[in-house]
Each structure stands twice: as C-alpha cells, then as structure tokens.
C-alpha cells in the first residue's frame, strides 16, 4: 500500500516539474502568450466533449503501446522497439482490411500476430545470442517502417493497381497514404456503439476499452499466473530464474512476443479507428517511444498504464492548441523531462519514503527480529565496507537495467 | 573506364564521409563506456551538436559571405560549438547517472526523446514558426579553391574533393588522440580501470565521479562532432534528425568491441554497406529491383541497419563489454 | 615520539540504523603483527576503511607517530605510507600485472605513461622479497595466490609502511599460508608495521605479536598472544564458549544415490578444462565433502551437476535415472536439492517475497498451482508453515521482501525450502558462507540431519573447519582433478593441505574406490 502511494506519488512530482519546466520554456520563447497557452494546454483536453473523446482516442494506442513496454520491463528487458511493432501492427490490419476485406477483429489479431513477429526477432537474439534487445530493436523500427513503406508503394491487385492507396479506390490523386476504409472496407472499422454519438465527435469508439481489457488481463497474468511469476523472477535476477528451473531463455522471447504484440494491437487501433489513414514517411512514429513515457510513468504496473496513457494523451492533444505560436513539440519536451526525472525514481522515492511514515500494520510487533536484523544488516553493512563500498542499488520494480552481464556480479560477497 | 573510376572514387569518399560520424561516435561511446556509462543517449547528443553546429553556420553565414571571415575558420568555429553543446547535453547523463544513481538507459531514452523536440523548438525559433529545415551553406565543403588547385576531372581529385569537410581531417586527428589517449597515458588506464572494477580504482585514490565525468564529457565531445559530420554528410539540411546513426553508432561501437582500431574498421563496413545501396543504380553487378517503386528511399536504407544485426549475431559470442558498465557507483556513506 | 606508529583512538562509524563500530579503540607498535580478530560482521572490515579512508568515522581520531591525522580517501592514507590488502582483490582482471601494479601510482611525463621504469621496480621488489609474478600476465590468467602477491607488491610499489592484510589466508593453501606468514615476519624485520585481520584463531597463535578483538561492533580488549591462548580469544570473539566439534553419530550407508563418472567441464576463461574427468559416488546416509582451495573447478562442477552449465563428457546418475542431459527442473524432479553457492546471484529473488521464494523450485506443482493460477492461499500456507518449522525471522512474515531479510534468515529460507523439497541428494555449496557462529552451527545441524535421515549429502567447502567437522568423508580437488580421497577421523589439516595445493596425489584413490563399489 505505501509502495503504491509513493509510487504515484513520484510520478505526480516528475509530472508536476516537467510542466513547470515547460512553462518555463514557454516564456523563454515568447512571454507574452505564454501564459494563456499554457492555460490552453491544461484545460483543452477537457474544453469539449469532442476534444475529451480525442483524448480517449489517442489514448488507447498510448495504453497498447505503455503496456509493450512495460511488459518487457517486467523481464527484465527494454522494449524501444515498440514503434516499429506498432507500425507493422498497423500495416498488418491494413492489409487484413483492405486487401483480404476482414471484418475490424480479425484484422486487430492480425496486428496482434504482426507486432508478436517484430517483438520475436529482439528477443530471440537476445535469449540465444545475448544481443543487446536494445540495438536490435531499434535496428526493427528502422527496418519495419522501411520495409511498411516499400510494401504500401508496391502491393498492386491483380488490376495492377496499388491497392492499398486511394487512387485505386476512388479517384484520388493522394499517394502518400493509405485508403479511407469507410470506402476500402467499412467493416474494419472498429465499431463506435454509439459513442461517438454521446461525445459528439467522429474520433469516439470502444478501442479505449479493448485497450483497458488487455491491461486488466496482463495484470492479471503478472500478478496471478505462474507465468507471471516466472517473467517476473527472470526480470528480477535471471540466474535465480535459471537456477529454479525456469526456461529463461523462453520467457525472454515470449515476452518480447507478448510487449510485440501489444504494440501491434495498438497500432491496428489506431488505424481501424477510420480516421487515421498511415502515412507514408520517413520518420519513426512517435507513439511507440511514447509508451516508454507511459510505462516508466506507470512504473510498469499494467493498470497504471491506463491513467499514465490518459495524461499522455490528454497533454498532447493540448499540444495540439500550442500551434501555431508555439511548435507541438513543446509537449515532447515536457515529456521528455517527465521521463528523464523519472529515471531517478529511486532517489524520489527515497525522499518520498522519509517523509511518508511506515503504515501500522507493517511495524515490527516482535523487537527480537528487529535487533537481529539490524545486527545482521551491521554485518551486511560490513561486507559493502569489504567490497570497497560497492553496492548494486535495489532495482526498483521493473526498472531493471537490461544489460544482463552487469547484474551476474553479487556485489556483497560474503565473507 | 573512367566512369567506373569515378564511381570508386564516388564510392570511397562516400564511404568514408559516412564513416566519419561513426567513427567519431562510436569512439564517443566507446569512451563513456569504458569509464562505466552505458550511453544510450549518442543520438540525442548527436542532434544536439548537428542543431547547434548549423545554427553556428547560420550565424557565421554573413561574415564569410562578407569575406570577413575565411570559410574553413567558421567550419572550426562550427565544430568547436557543436562540440561543445554536445558536451553541454552529455552532462544531463552523467548528472543523473552518475550522481543521481538513476537507470542509464531510461535516462539516455529520455535524452533522446528531448534532442529532436528541442531541435524543432529551437529551429522555429530560430527560423520562424513553421521552419523545419536548417540549411548548410556551400561554403562548408573544402574544395580545390581552397588550395588554389585546378579543378580537374582525375581520380585522386574525385575521390578527395567530393565529399570534403573540416570534420574528416579533423576526425582523423581525433581517431589518433583517441588511440594514444586510451592505450597511453595515465588517463586512459584509470578510466578503463573505472569501467571493468571501479572498487579497484577506487582503493587506489582514482576518483570514479571524476573519470566518468570525463568520459561521458568525451562523448560529448565527439558525438557533438560528429552529428554535424553527419548533417554535412547527409545532404542539404538539417532536420532535426540523425536516422538513427546515433544507434548505429552503437552497434558499431558493440561489433568493435569497444576498440579504437576495431571501431574503425566497423564503421567503414557499415559505412561501405550505406553507400553501396545508395549507388546501387549505377553498380552494375547490383539488384536493380526495376519492378519496385521506391528501392532508393526505401529499399536500400534498411541495408546497413540489416547489416548490423547480422554482424552483431555473428559476433555475439567474442564481444566483451566493460565490466562495470552500467552499474551505478556508489562511495557507501559519505 | 609515540610508541605506536598508528593510533585508532574511540572511533564510532554508524550506518543507518546500526553503529558498524562503537567506540574502538586500535593501537599499532612499530615493526609488530597486530592481529584483529572477529567474527563475520564484528566491525572489522569497518574499522580497517575507516584508516583506509574509504569512510567517515562519526567520532574519534586517528594518529600517525602520536600526530592527529585526517584520513578523507585512500590516497590520503597512502601519502601516510598505508597500504592494505583487501580481502576481495581490488585487481582489473583484464589489465596485466604491471598495469594493476601502478594503477593509480602511475609514473609519467606530462601524462604519458613510462611503463619501464615502473617494471624495473616491480621486478627488483619480486626479488628481493622472494615474491615472484609476470608483470605481463592478466590477472584473469592468473593464480588466486599470485593474484595476492600482486596486491602485495602494490603496497611495497608504494613504499608503505603501514600493512593492512584483510583476511589474507582465506583463499591459500596451508603451506601458502606459511609461507605468507613467513613473509610478514620479513616486513617486520625490515620496521614495517602490519594489521592481520582474521577470524582464524591458529593463525594468530602462530604469528601475531598481539590481538584486538572486536564483537559486535564493540572493543572487547587488547591482548598479548604470549600471555593468552586460544579458549580465550575465542571467548572474547564469540562471548560464549564455542563447540568445535559437530554431533553426529555413525553413519548408516544405503544405497548409491548420486553417481558422478568421468565428467568433464570445459572452462569459460580458458582453452583448457576447468573439470577432469571427475567420479565419485554419494550413498544415502552419508555427507561427502569436496574441498579445495578456491577456483579449482568446484563451482563448474556443481554447475555441471546441478544442471547450471553444461560439461563436455561423462555421465551423471541419480537414483538410478541417468540425468546427463536432464534440464534443471528434471533434476529437481529426480530428488536432486541445490543449496547454491551465492544466496544472492542465484539462491533467491530478492524483490520476491519472503513466500514467493520459499515456493520458487515449487511453484509449479499442483499444490500451489491450478492451470497456471497460483494458489496464492496455499502457498501463504506453506510458507508459514515452513517460517515457523525453520524459525526463519523476518520484519513481516512471509509477505516480508527478501532483500530486507538478514542474511542469516536469508540462508534458513534457501535451507528451509531445499530440505522441505524432501530429496534424495542435497548439494550444499559452502552453506555457512559469512554468517555468523549461531548460524553456522544451525546449518551444520541440518546437514547432519539429512544423512542421519537416510539422505545423501554432497557439500562443498573451503573453510578447513568444516571440512574436518562436518562429512564422514573428504575428496579433494585440485585443479579440476579429484587428487585424494581422505576420512576426516584420519586426515590432518597438514596433509589435506598438501593436496590441495597440488604437492601430493593419490593415484589410487579412484580406482579403489570403484572397485569397492563394484564388490
């Protein structure tokens, strides 16, 4: 319980200081509208209830994308590739949609499969190899967005004509993105049940609640399974995991395949959504990188990812009423500083913990047990001296750090 | 006959205009990481040196047009700012990790998530609202004015004044202050001391705190430098973006095993495997792929990033990080 | 001028929440062989960074030649000619010996190193102190022993004075030890002072001048070795008398349950083996002890044994089943109970739970699981049950953090959790590893518990105490190889440390031994 307060806690403060510090930027650049924007940006997510359903719309990739991330964090591995399991995942339900006609839940179990395959590769070199999932995955967002983009110019139906694009559709002289499905294939389109009618906007429909289910059956698998149970203790010390007879090496690629696929299932999301049409470009996309934020916000609890990816959400579409005085990218900014003030974690906690006092029921009834483990942690305490003071700070969860060789060293050897 | 010669010459100053930003990078990382500092964080100092270097060019544009100012005089100016900014940014990973104890990847993600938003916060300032492009002056390429030559369509001429920048000549300094600082001085053996058993170092007064420092300042350093070698390479602008070579920096750092002379001969490959798919066309022993739209955009570009997870399976198994990298250094109490 | 060349006076170190050291107080004569003696978490460690200048002290000063100095870090400690020898090396392994030597010392022209004139010195001081190594050889190719006299040159390379050796013969063969003492008395000669830290109550005896002991953090008093003996130091340390031996009965051998033949583990550092061609058998009832002295191809072989690592050639059999190839979790299946060697890289979760860990080689029978759900009420039961059968202590029960634990009840749950498995072999992998004496004798009850319940038990062990106290019988392994085979009744220290160290082999040894197993 007191872990969970601090937890959110820490969170709310990096929140808190990335904002200031946006603001800040904001006045540095033009003081004179800084002030209102500012304004703008906190309140736009909620100025309407089309803007809200925005918020509610962007968020749901956001969660498929936070829970990627985290998942792998559970294990023990960083999980940057969750951009280009997002992209193929897209690309996936596009060509289930408009190629193979299926209705929207085949095609998100296609993005599912999709983004599992991109999540496979990182992993599977990682489990057999020991390659850094890191540069592997990084090396896939660049190869998948790629190898999307050279698909989507070139996959023609037997007319010849390149069927993912609107020429071949209606008469269109765009090339640079794929088809509308509300006239390549209306029934990929993920059904609004009337939502988009309470929130009076075209953006509304149940993604955020699939997004919502899927973070509810992970938390469930982490905290209530036996394979939870095995990902987790492979995350937190691998030869442990090794020793206890689990299949390391197994469960690091399942749960690349699983972050993979949640990310793939974001990414059909987004696009299922008949308002989002993929562009084709150069640029890795963004909502990828932006599950880390989410997942280190949510200090990788599944359920967490829910409300970090609805905070995320809701600042960006502020973002969006920065333009044009300022550029959007003043959001980016303020996350960035959000995560890099969340990588110290462990020191606000620390902080957090001495002000926030122990709850009743964990005070320690019986004072034998205390003394003895204060003399034990005087020993403890005597090995780190031995050491030359070298301790390995507690990881905290899911913040492990993923290159794996570091952590074989105990550091306080016993005596 | 001459048109294959021209191709080589294209294709190797090509190559090595490409492995500059690697080389210079890569050594960057190989220097933080030596002294015990993952650094995640080379694309974002990347960024930072390309912005801030061409901004340096923007600023400078008038007195050389003017004549005030001799071109390759502003491109050292150029490199030094950009150097220094890199070393600037760098300092927010070596705060958080080595003083603040904070995870070093998480802390270079976030690193890297900033460079790119404050390069198009900073270029619409900069520029104007809407501006995304910052562009390079021709003036930055050395060419045969500079040295009063005639201009003459040989071989050695090709190959030398293609794709000629300050930052090539300086990088091969660099390469050789790296090597002789590693391997031969005090400074080099304490830092490598840090990141294989910093308790050792520790016990014989080295000041851990101070050679990390030094380290992720070096990567700075060099990956100030060497984002603006890789502007200068790339094309006409800058973007606000590096495509990644931060992180291929890395892979080539990895597959180098964290050796100066190994990192070199990695980043040529890499480089080598870059430009080839760029000349594809006009290699005629290449796939041409002629059915396929866009093979030079989209095709050809994965290469080198396919290239590198093939090498980095392969050489898995003799690759022998620093052995403290990564790992927090804490003095106990003090 | 003072008597002492080095005055800790009424120091007082404290960490949070526990004081480290409590008002000690250390005086050093010059050209004596002060020992510091106390058990595992005394304060010694403590006491000896705190002159180092790796700590603080909260209180109390420290004088060099009767003046008050301030100790702020090691280099301030070495310009006062003090030098230590840490008990974990502080060497770079991928550095050569040269390097580690100067590390820190470096000699140089405006920054550039001057490595010859470096060596020149490293070799005259070998020399002259009978303390040979390769300047050019990496530590990781090296020695445990010459890894020592590695650290040694560093102190003489800094024309130290002071000497510091921080339980220097843990990891020395008997006669390495005599040597090592030898060399000590040579400093002494020469004017150097030296601090001995150990909790070896023989070694004292046999080379101290005089001995400060130290319990609990607290100053327990100074005494002059000729005047005192071994009863009473270890009363000091321990504050009780302490049982040198361990009860146990006659063994009942039953049958062979664990069959080692022939196994061969190739090593991770080098071209050559780690393991040779080792056999032996573990029968129900009886504890076999492998000794050795570190790094000589105990830890492969229990990786190869428990499934961790995989060797090369040979074949393993337990209770019948050949488990040769068999994974970890089959191992485990076939009865085989694994306490490992490092509690924290391999033993336990630390961020698990108290009961979470106390299921972690169960987790998957049906017991605590019911399709792939675990039965969180069943193991909150078991670990209970197991927590009060053990008495295993912890600030909140089974839901209490494993790292929170101390590192005494950290073992009783790794213990708890592999004897409860109820199995057929234990391996113990130097069970007793840095506790202290209450827990020490704990786990060695529990060993002998097991071979009197019928129970095979291989252990392995560095400590010369245990391996003479605790198994009915010793095998000896030196470089890889089984060299001797020994019954503790019959053995002494001095002749296991001959073949430990390589000086002496039994031939015979394995073949007798299969020959009785075939009759």
Same mark, same amino acid.
């Given at each position: 319980?007191?872990?969970?307060?601090?937890?959110?806690?820490?969170?709310?403060?990096?929140?808190?200081?990335?904002?200031?510090?946006?603001?800040?930027?904001?006045?540095?650049?033009?003081?004179?509208?800084?002030?209102?924007?500012?304004?703008?940006?906190?309140?736009?997510?909620?100025?309407?209830?089309?803007?809200?359903?925005?918020?509610?719309?962007?968020?749901?990739?956001?969660?498929?994308?936070?829970?990627?991330?985290?998942?792998?964090?559970?294990?023990?591995?960083?999980?940057?590739?969750?951009?280009?399991?997002?992209?193929?995942?897209?690309?996936?339900?596009?060509?289930?949609?408009?190629?193979?006609?299926?209705?929207?839940?085949?095609?998100?179990?296609?993005?599912?499969?999709?983004?599992?395959?991109?999540?496979?590769?990182?992993?599977?070199?990682?489990?057999?190899?020991?390659?850094?999932?890191?540069?592997?995955?990084?090396?896939?967002?660049?190869?998948?967005?790629?190898?999307?983009?050279?698909?989507?110019?070139?996959?023609?139906?037997?007319?010849?004509?390149?069927?993912? %694009?609107?020429?071949?559709?209606?008469?269109?002289?765009?090339?640079?993105?794929?088809?509308?499905?509300?006239?390549?294939?209306?029934?990929?389109?993920?059904?609004?049940?009337?939502?988009?009618?309470?929130?009076?906007?075209?953006?509304?429909?149940?993604?955020?609640?699939?997004?919502?289910?899927?973070? *509810?059956?992970?938390?469930?698998?982490?905290?209530?399974?036996?394979?939870?149970?095995?990902?987790?203790?492979?995350?937190?010390?691998?030869?442990?995991?090794?020793?206890?007879?689990?299949?390391?090496?197994?469960?690091?690629?399942?749960?690349?395949?699983?972050?993979?696929?949640?990310?793939?299932?974001?990414?059909?999301?987004? !696009?299922?959504?008949?308002?989002?049409?993929?562009?084709?470009?150069?640029?890795?996309?963004?909502?990828?990188?932006?599950?880390?934020?989410?997942?280190?916000?949510?200090?990788?609890?599944?359920?967490?990812?829910?409300?970090?990816?609805?905070?995320?959400?809701?600042?960006?579409?502020?973002?969006?009423?920065?333009?044009?005085v300022f550029a959007k990218e003043m959001i980016d900014i303020i996350i960035a500083v959000i995560i890099y003030l969340s990588a110290f974690a462990l020191l606000t906690?620390?902080?957090?913990?001495?002000? +926030?006092?122990?709850?009743?029921?964990?005070?320690?009834?019986?004072?034998?047990?205390?003394?003895?483990?204060?003399?034990?942690?005087?020993?403890?305490?005597?090995?780190?001296?031995?050491?030359?003071?070298?301790?390995?700070?507690?990881?905290?969860?899911?913040?492990?750090?993923?290159?794996?060789?570091?952590?074989?060293?105990?550091?306080?050897?016993?005596? | 006959?001459?048109?294959?010669?021209?191709?080589?010459?294209?294709?190797?100053?090509?190559?090595?205009?490409?492995?500059?930003?690697?080389?210079?990078?890569?050594?960057?990382?190989?220097?933080?990481?030596?002294?015990?500092?993952?650094?995640?964080?080379?694309?974002?100092?990347?960024? +930072?040196?390309?912005?801030?270097?061409?901004?340096?060019?923007?600023?400078?544009?008038?007195? *050389?047009?003017?004549?005030?100012?001799?071109?390759?005089?502003?491109?050292?100016?150029?490199?030094?700012?950009?150097?220094?900014?890199?070393?600037?940014?760098?300092?927010?990973?070596?705060?958080?990790?080595?003083?603040?104890?904070?995870?070093?990847?998480?802390?270079?993600?976030?690193?890297?998530?900033?460079?790119?938003?404050?390069?198009?916060?900073?270029?619409?300032?900069?520029?104007?609202?809407?501006?995304?492009?910052?562009?390079?002056?021709?003036?930055?390429?050395?060419?045969?004015?500079?040295?009063?030559?005639?201009?003459? @369509?040989?071989?050695?001429?090709?190959?030398?004044?293609?794709?000629?920048?300050?930052?090539?000549?300086?990088?091969?300094?660099?390469?050789?202050?790296? *090597?002789?600082?590693?391997?031969?001085?005090?400074?080099?053996?304490?830092?490598?001391?840090?990141?294989?058993?910093?308790?050792?170092?520790?016990?014989?007064?080295?000041?851990?705190?101070?050679?990390?420092?030094?380290?992720?300042?070096?990567?700075?350093?060099?990956?100030?430098?060497?984002? %603006?070698?890789?502007?200068?390479?790339?094309?006409?602008?800058?973007?606000?973006?590096?495509?990644?070579?931060?992180?291929?920096?890395?892979?080539?750092?990895?597959?180098?095993?964290?050796?100066?002379?190994?990192?070199?001969?990695?980043?040529?490959?890499?480089?080598?495997?870059?430009?080839?798919?760029?000349?594809?066309?006009?290699?005629?022993?290449?796939?041409?792929?002629?059915?396929?739209?866009?093979?030079?955009?989209?095709?050809?570009?994965?290469?080198?990033?396919?290239?590198?997870?093939?090498?980095?399976?392969?050489?898995?198994?003799?690759?022998?990080?620093?052995?403290?990298?990564g790992i927090p250094y804490d003095k106990g109490s003090r | 001028m003072s008597e002492y060349v080095i005055e800790m006076l009424n120091i007082t170190k404290e960490f949070?929440? +526990?004081?480290?050291? @409590?008002?000690?107080?250390?005086?050093?004569?010059?050209?004596?062989?002060?020992?510091?003696?106390?058990?595992?978490?005394?304060?010694?460690?403590?006491?000896?960074?705190?002159?180092?200048?790796?700590?603080?002290?909260?209180?109390?000063?420290?004088?060099k030649n009767g003046e008050v100095v301030k100790i702020h870090n090691p280099n301030d400690a070495n310009a006062l000619n003090i030098g230590m020898v840490h008990q974990?090396?502080?060497?770079?392994?991928?550095?050569?010996?040269?390097?580690?030597?100067?590390?820190?010392?470096?000699?140089?022209?405006?920054?550039?190193?001057?490595?010859? /004139?470096?060596?020149?010195?490293?070799?005259?001081?070998?020399?002259?102190?009978?303390?040979?190594?390769?300047?050019?050889?990496?530590?990781?190719?090296?020695?445990?022993?010459?890894?020592?006299?590695?650290?040694?040159?560093?102190?003489?390379?800094?024309?130290?004075?002071?000497?510091?050796?921080?339980?220097?013969?843990? *990891?020395?063969?008997?006669?390495?030890?005599?040597?090592?003492?030898?060399?000590?008395?040579?400093?002494?000669?020469?004017?150097?002072?030296?601090?001995?830290?150990?909790?070896?109550?023989?070694?004292?005896?046999?080379?101290?001048?005089?001995?400060?002991?130290?319990?609990?953090?607290? !100053?327990?008093?100074?005494?002059?070795?000729?005047?005192?003996?071994?009863?009473?130091?270890?009363?000091?340390?321990?504050?009780?008398?302490?049982?040198?031996?361990?009860?146990?009965? /006659?063994?009942?051998?039953?049958?062979?349950?664990?069959?080692?033949?022939?196994?061969?583990?190739?090593?991770?550092?080098?071209?050559?083996?780690?393991?040779?061609?080792?056999?032996?058998?573990?029968?129900?009832? /009886? +504890?076999?002890?492998?000794?050795?002295?570190?790094?000589?191809?105990?830890?492969?072989?229990?990786?190869?044994?428990?499934?961790?690592?995989?060797?090369?050639?040979?074949?393993?059999?337990?209770?019948?089943?050949?488990?040769?190839?068999?994974?970890?979790?089959?191992?485990?299946?076939?009865?085989?109970?694994?306490?490992?060697?490092?509690?924290?890289?391999?033993?336990?979760?630390?961020?698990?739970?108290?009961?979470?860990?106390?299921?972690?080689?169960?987790?998957?029978?049906?017991?605590?699981?019911?399709?792939?759900?675990?039965?969180?009420?069943?193991?909150?039961?078991?670990?209970?049950?197991?927590?009060?059968?053990?008495?295993?202590?912890?600030?909140?029960?089974?839901?209490?953090?494993?790292?929170?634990?101390?590192?005494?009840?950290?073992?009783?749950?790794?213990?708890?959790? /592999?004897?409860?498995?109820?199995?057929?072999?234990?391996?113990?992998?130097?069970?007793?590893?840095?506790?202290?004496?209450?827990?020490?004798? !704990?786990?060695?009850?529990?060993?002998?518990?097991?071979?009197?319940?019928?129970?095979?038990?291989?252990?392995?062990?560095?400590?010369?105490?245990?391996?003479?106290?605790?198994?009915?019988?010793?095998?000896?392994?030196?470089?890889?190889?089984?060299?001797?085979?020994?019954?503790?009744?019959?053995?002494?220290?001095?002749?296991?440390?001959?073949?430990?160290?390589?000086?002496?082999?039994?031939?015979?040894?394995?073949?007798?031994?299969?020959?009785?197993?075939?009759?």
């Open positions: 319980m007191r872990k969970g307060i601090i937890s959110v806690l820490s969170s709310v403060i990096s929140i808190l200081v990335g904002l200031l510090f946006g603001l800040l930027l904001l006045l540095l650049v033009n003081s004179g509208a800084a002030f209102s924007k500012f304004g703008e940006l906190l309140t736009a997510g909620v100025s309407s209830s089309a803007k809200l359903a925005k918020v509610l719309y962007q968020a749901a990739p956001l969660v498929m994308t936070g829970l990627s991330v985290a998942f792998a964090f559970k294990t023990g591995l960083f999980n940057i590739g969750a951009s280009g399991q997002y992209t193929v995942g897209a690309f996936a339900a596009l060509i289930f949609a408009i190629i193979f006609q299926m209705p929207w839940w085949v095609c998100l179990i296609a993005a599912m499969v999709a983004g599992g395959i991109w999540g496979f590769f990182p992993g599977l070199f990682k489990a057999l190899f020991n390659v850094n999932e890191v540069i592997t995955s990084i090396m896939l967002n660049w190869i998948g967005m790629f190898a999307v983009n050279l698909s989507l110019m070139n996959i023609k139906n037997a007319a010849g004509k390149l069927i993912m %694009l609107p020429p071949a559709w209606v008469n269109s002289p765009i090339k640079d993105r794929t088809a509308d499905l509300s006239y390549a294939n209306p029934s990929a389109i993920i059904p609004k049940a009337g939502l988009d009618k309470l929130f009076d906007s075209n953006y509304m429909n149940i993604s955020i609640f699939i997004a919502i289910l899927f973070a *509810v059956v992970l938390w469930v698998v982490l905290n209530r399974t036996t394979f939870g149970y095995e990902l987790k203790a492979c995350g937190n010390n691998k030869n442990a995991s090794i020793y206890a007879g689990i299949n390391a090496k197994r469960n690091i690629v399942l749960s690349m395949v699983i972050a993979g696929a949640m990310a793939g299932v974001g990414g059909g999301l987004y !696009y299922l959504s008949g308002t989002a049409a993929y562009n084709i470009q150069k640029v890795l996309l963004p909502m990828g990188f932006n599950g880390i934020s989410v997942a280190l916000l949510a200090t990788s609890n599944p359920i967490g990812t829910i409300f970090s990816a609805l905070f995320i959400s809701y600042i960006q579409v502020g973002g969006e009423s920065l333009q044009p906690k620390t902080i957090l913990g001495r002000f +926030i006092k122990t709850d009743k029921t964990n005070v320690n009834d019986d004072k034998a047990v205390e003394a003895e483990a204060a003399a034990e942690q005087q020993k403890e305490a005597e090995l780190k001296a031995n050491e030359g003071a070298g301790i390995l700070p507690p990881t905290v969860e899911g913040e492990t750090v993923p290159v794996e060789e570091n952590s074989e060293e105990s550091e306080d050897k016993a005596e | 006959m001459n048109e294959a010669l021209n191709i080589i010459a294209d294709i190797l100053s090509s190559t090595i205009i490409f492995a500059v930003p690697l080389v210079l990078v890569a050594l960057g990382g190989m220097f933080s990481e030596r002294s015990g500092i993952i650094n995640i964080a080379l694309e974002g100092i990347m960024i +930072i040196g390309a912005l801030m270097g061409c901004l340096m060019m923007v600023w400078l544009k008038p007195s *050389v047009e003017a004549g005030a100012m001799g071109s390759q005089l502003a491109m050292l100016i150029t490199i030094l700012f950009s150097a220094a900014c890199g070393m600037v940014f760098s300092l927010l990973l070596a705060f958080a990790s080595i003083n603040l104890k904070a995870d070093q990847t998480i802390g270079g993600t976030a690193l890297n998530m900033l460079a790119p938003a404050f390069a198009i916060v900073l270029t619409w300032v900069v520029q104007g609202q809407g501006q995304t492009t910052i562009l390079i002056p021709t003036w930055a390429r050395i060419t045969q004015d500079n040295f009063g030559i005639e201009k003459a @369509d040989n071989f050695i001429q090709n190959f030398l004044f293609k794709n000629l920048y300050l930052t090539t000549i300086i990088a091969i300094a660099l390469f050789a202050v790296a *090597v002789i600082l590693l391997y031969k001085t005090k400074f080099g053996l304490r830092l490598r001391a840090c990141g294989e058993h910093p308790q050792a170092a520790d016990s014989v007064g080295i000041n851990v705190y101070k050679m990390r420092y030094c380290g992720v300042l070096i990567s700075g350093f060099l990956g100030g430098i060497g984002g %603006l070698a890789f502007t200068l390479a790339a094309g006409s602008g800058f973007q606000s973006t590096v495509a990644g070579y931060g992180f291929l920096a890395l892979a080539v750092m990895i597959f180098g095993n964290w050796k100066p002379w190994s990192i070199l001969g990695a980043a040529l490959f890499f480089a080598f495997f870059k430009v080839i798919g760029a000349y594809a066309s006009s290699i005629p022993f290449m796939p041409q792929f002629k059915g396929l739209e866009g093979t030079s955009t989209y095709l050809w570009p994965m290469l080198p990033y396919i290239i590198t997870m093939v090498v980095l399976v392969l050489t898995s198994k003799k690759s022998r990080a620093p052995k403290a990298e | 949070p929440g +526990i004081k480290a050291n @409590d008002d000690i107080t250390l005086q050093l004569k010059k050209g004596e062989i002060h020992a510091l003696l106390g058990e595992n978490g005394a304060g010694k460690s403590t006491l000896m960074s705190v002159l180092f200048g790796l700590y603080q002290p909260e209180a109390g000063t420290i004088k974990h090396f502080k060497l770079v392994e991928v550095f050569t010996v040269l390097d580690n030597i100067i590390l820190g010392a470096e000699p140089n022209k405006m920054g550039f190193l001057q490595k010859a /004139e470096a060596r020149k010195k490293v070799i005259e001081l070998s020399e002259r102190y009978g303390l040979h190594v390769d300047p050019d050889a990496k530590i990781e190719d090296i020695s445990v022993g010459m890894q020592q006299r590695v650290e040694i040159l560093k102190m003489l390379y800094r024309d130290n004075e002071i000497l510091i050796f921080d339980e220097p013969t843990a *990891v020395l063969t008997p006669q390495e030890i005599d040597e090592l003492m030898e060399i000590m008395r040579n400093f002494t000669k020469e004017g150097k002072s030296i601090l001995f830290i150990t909790h070896k109550l023989n070694e004292i005896m046999a080379v101290a001048d005089r001995c400060t002991v130290l319990r609990k953090g607290k !100053y327990m008093g100074t005494v002059n070795i000729s005047e005192t003996n071994k009863e009473e130091l270890s009363r000091m340390m321990v504050g009780r008398d302490v049982q040198f031996e361990v009860d146990k009965g /006659e063994e009942h051998l039953g049958d062979v349950v664990l069959k080692v033949e022939d196994v061969t583990v190739p090593s991770k550092l080098h071209s050559n083996n780690a393991v040779k061609n080792v056999s032996f058998e573990v029968r129900a009832g /009886e +504890i076999v002890c492998l000794a050795g002295i570190e790094g000589n191809g105990q830890t492969q072989f229990v990786h190869a044994l428990t499934g961790l690592d995989k060797m090369s050639h040979g074949k393993i059999t337990l209770c019948g089943h050949d488990i040769t190839k068999a994974s970890i979790r089959n191992r485990s299946k076939f009865g085989m109970s694994h306490i490992p060697e490092d509690r924290h890289k391999h033993g336990l979760v630390l961020d698990y739970s108290l009961e979470e860990n106390l299921v972690l080689q169960r987790y998957w029978e049906p017991a605590f699981q019911k399709c792939g759900f675990i039965r969180r009420g069943e193991v909150r039961k078991y670990a209970n049950k197991l927590i009060e059968q053990y008495d295993i202590r912890s600030g909140q029960g089974s839901i209490t953090s494993a790292r929170s634990m101390s590192g005494g009840n950290q073992q009783k749950a790794i213990v708890a959790r /592999e004897i409860d498995k109820d199995p057929e072999l234990l391996v113990a992998v130097q069970p007793t590893r840095g506790l202290d004496v209450g827990a020490i004798e !704990y786990i060695h009850k529990q060993l002998v518990a097991q071979r009197d319940a019928g129970r095979a038990v291989l252990l392995v062990s560095l400590e010369l105490e245990e391996v003479m106290s605790v198994p009915d019988r010793i095998l000896v392994m030196y470089e890889g190889e089984i060299v001797g085979e020994f019954d503790p009744k019959k053995v002494t220290v001095q002749e296991l440390g001959l073949y430990m160290a390589g000086a002496k082999r039994q031939e015979k040894a394995i073949t007798e031994e299969s020959e009785v197993a075939q009759a």
